[in-house]
């Protein structure tokens, strides 16, 4: 399968700057994946469409404050790390701006020394490992120095943090949101509850590795980046149980989406379990545990595309996207949401 299989003519001026100002006002397209049928709604009309002895599975990650902008340490000049996966306490894999001055060896510094970092190795597709050399908590350092890695295709700025986290986050560990949560406000969650509806939560720490865009010719030799991911006992329970009373399990966004196609069992239950998934889902691959899906409108020719495809058909999602670009529908992070039922 091709990669411009999934390819589709998306307007510039359709890519979400800002978020709206009430998170649950955002449109959402109703997918009917056996049919084709599509609707439009509002997200707060979600409640309508999920049913007593479903599952609402969150993935409760946290984004990081995870951009620095420092300077070399000899000459000054501007520097901008990204991190991008933590290997120990104080090491990093990260990306460098501009990378031809984050040589082996090379230190740096921000916050004017309150923080500094040494770069240690040149890794994968050009990142850097770096070591941090700070007196403190490194967590409390990086919420006074970091900025939050908003995607190079949102230019404007961000005023409130927050609203690049879910009212749900957690445990901290992304360098970008599971953004399908965004719609969510702790209001709603309460009238999704009372109908019967169980809510899980669990963890996968997201990379920007989801967001890469695939330059193989033939989607089969796309390679993921491994992401972190956790499923505690509550959450494990919760989800079987559901399974075995004939409920359907509703993954909000395709982070939540992969972390439990990655643990199922072969028995078609989720354990308790916590480890490295690099799953990379596309048309062919068979579901074991999601039903439905919640997720934003994304890139073209991205692997969270083809995941879409893969639920509701290639046919189908395509369809979708054109009517969502006809129907002048906000693309992205900060864009509106698709259920697909």
Known sequence: MKTKDFDFELPEELIAQIPLEKRDESRLMILDKQTGEICHSHFYDIVHHVNEGDCLVLNNTRVLPARLIGEKELTGGKIEFLLLKRIDIDTWETLVKPGKKAKIGSSFQ???????????DIGDE??????????????????????????????????????????????????????AGLHLTDELLQKISRKGVKIAYITLHVGLGTFRPVKVESIEKHKMHAEYYMINKEAAETINDTKKKGGKIIAVGTTSCRTLESAVMTSGEIIESSGWTDIFIYPGYQFKMVDNLITNFHLPEST???????????????????????EKYRFFSFGDAMFIK
């Open 110 to 120: 921000f916050g004017n020394g309150l923080l500094k970092a040494v770069v240690l």
């Open 126 to 179: 050009g990142s850097r490992i770096i070591k941090f050399l700070y007196h403190g908590v490194f967590e409390e350092i990086l919420d006074q120095l970091g900025e939050m890695p908003l995607p190079p295709y949102i230019t404007a700025e961000l005023n409130d943090k927050e609203r690049y986290q879910t009212v749900y986050s957690t445990e901290t560990g992304s360098a970008a949101a599971p953004t």
């Open 304 to 326: 969270l595309i083809m995941l879409v495809s893969t639920l509701a058909g290639k046919e189908n999602t395509l369809k979708a996207y054109a009517t969502a670009v006809k």
